[in-house]
């Protein structure tokens, strides 16, 4: 069975300083991987996803992630945060015509 | 009007109601979902059709009903609702029921009092 693990409920950083949110799944095969990402009152938005080929995917809203297969993560990235980064976020992984979606992480952005 | 839009975005009801939840998507997608988001739980995956035949149904009460009656509409009729059933429901569609890539609605605040 596939499954998500988003080891942290609940994070905080600074505008202006790097990000990384974690994710690990488990999957039988090479996975279909995703991040998505929810503002308060609103539905998911697709910010990347990995299908194969390079292991570093980039994103919108300059997001970017990296699938590791050895570790099996697929950690999203982000150099700088902006304070209109403060949502949810949704790491999924994707099998044969299912999705299962981690419990998310939320993300605060303090000045 | 592009993506996917649903309607109600709020919605109250008592027990012994009987309501609908609306989901359109202008995207000419084949694939869509309806999804309930509750607190601290992952997204639980609900229904599915593809090309307008239900493909999944995750043991769902039998008080959800679905209905997509053109691959553009979908439907989710509410009936006899208990309190636990208050949650956000999303609807999402792809292009594809393989394609993985959904776009998600706003979704319906569902609060049953």
């Known amino acids: 069975a596939q499954s998500v693990t988003q080891p942290d409920i609940h994070i905080t950083v600074s505008e202006g300083a790097s990000l990384e949110l974690r994710c690990n799944y488990s999957y039988g095969a090479t996975p279909y991987l995703f991040w998505y990402v929810q503002s308060p009152g609103q539905g998911l938005q697709l910010l990347l996803k990995y299908f194969s080929g390079d292991t570093l995917v980039q994103g919108i809203k300059g997001f970017e992630a990296e699938f590791k297969r050895s570790q099996s993560s697929f950690n999203l990235r982000k150099p700088s945060v902006h304070w209109s980064d403060a949502a949810e976020y949704f790491c999924a992984v994707g099998g044969y015509q299912k999705v299962t979606f981690g419990i998310g992480t939320k993300l605060q952005v303090i000045p | ?113």
Do not use: I
């Open chain 2, 1 to 113: 009007e592009t993506g996917v839009t649903q309607t109600p975005r709020h919605l109250v009801m008592g027990m012994t109601n009987k309501k609908s939840l609306k989901c359109e998507q202008h995207l000419g997608h084949n694939a869509m979902y309806w999804y309930k988001q509750s607190a601290k739980k992952p997204l639980e995956l609900m229904f599915v059709y593809s090309l307008e035949e239900r493909v999944e149904n995750n043991s769902v009460p039998s008080r959800f009903s679905p209905e997509c009656p053109n691959s553009s509409h979908l439907f989710l009729h509410l009936h006899t609702l208990q309190p636990e059933d208050s949650a956000l429901y999303l609807c999402a569609s792809s292009q594809e029921w393989d394609s993985y890539g959904y776009t998600f609605g706003s979704g319906t605040r569902l609060t049953v009092v």
